[in-house]
C-alpha cells in the first residue's frame, strides 16, 4: 500500500482544476500549469478532493502512484504560491547583476556568463551575491537553479562558486594541513 498515493489531495478555493482523461489542467492565482498522467493511473475528482488510484498492483503502477499524487500536489502547491529556489555566490569579484529578464554573472572567467530566463521563469537579485529562482513549476525551478549552480560549482578548498543557500560545503585541507 502506497502512503502517499493513497492520501487525497484537498483543492484550495482559489485553485481551479479540470480532469479530462488523462490530462489535468491546474489553474490559480500565479498560473496555469498541464500534465499528462500515465494512462495505468487514474483520476477522481469528489468536490474539492482528487484521488489518485491504480488500476493494479504492478511494480511499476505502484511506483507511479505516488509519483502522480505528489506531481499533483506541487501543481496545485505552485499555482496558488510561487516556489523559489535561493543560490548564493561566494568569491572575490564574483557578482550577479540582473539585465532585463536575465542574469548577468561574473565568475572569474574572461567574459561574462549571461545567463536567459525560460519562460515561466523570474529570478529576483536582491544584492549583488544572492540569486532568487522564481516559478509555479517545482521541477523547472530546480532544474534552472542546478544549471546556474553548474557555471561556476563551490570548490571545496576555498569555498569560491555557486551553492544553494542552504547548502554546506565541507572543505578540505590544502597541503599545508599535514
Known amino acids: 500500500m502506497s502512503r502517499i498515493g493513497n492520501s487525497p489531495i484537498t483543492v484550495p478555493d482559489n485553485v481551479e482544476v479540470k480532469i479530462d482523461g488523462h490530462k489535468i489542467t491546474v489553474k490559480g492565482p500565479k498560473g496555469t500549469l498541464e500534465r499528462e498522467v500515465h494512462k495505468n493511473i487514474s483520476l477522481e475528482m469528489d468536490g474539492n478532493v482528487i484521488k ?8 511499476a503502477n505502484r511506483s507511479l502512484h505516488g509519483l502522480t499524487r505528489t506531481l499533483i500536489n506541487n501543481m496545485i502547491t505552485g499555482v496558488e504560491k ?4 535561493e543560490l548564493q555566490i561566494n568569491g572575490v569579484g564574483y557578482r550577479v547583476q540582473k539585465q532585463g ?4 554573472l561574473v565568475l572569474g572567467y574572461s567574459h561574462d556568463v549571461i545567463y536567459k530566463a525560460p519562460a515561466g521563469i523570474s529570478f529576483d537579485v536582491p544584492n549583488a551575491n544572492t540569486i532568487i529562482v522564481k516559478g509555479i513549476d517545482k521541477e523547472l525551478v530546480g532544474q534552472i537553479a542546478a544549471e546556474i549552480r553548474t557555471k561556476r560549482p563551490p570548490e571545496v578548498y576555498r569555498g ?13 585541507e590544502g597541503k599545508t594541513g599535514k
Open 52 to 59: 489518485v488510484i491504480r488500476h493494479n498492483d504492478e511494480p
Open 101 to 104: 529578464n536575465d542574469l548577468k
Open 160 to 172: 569560491k562558486g555557486i551553492k544553494y543557500a542552504d547548502e554546506v560545503i565541507r572543505r578540505k
Open 82 to 85: 510561487e516556489y523559489t529556489k
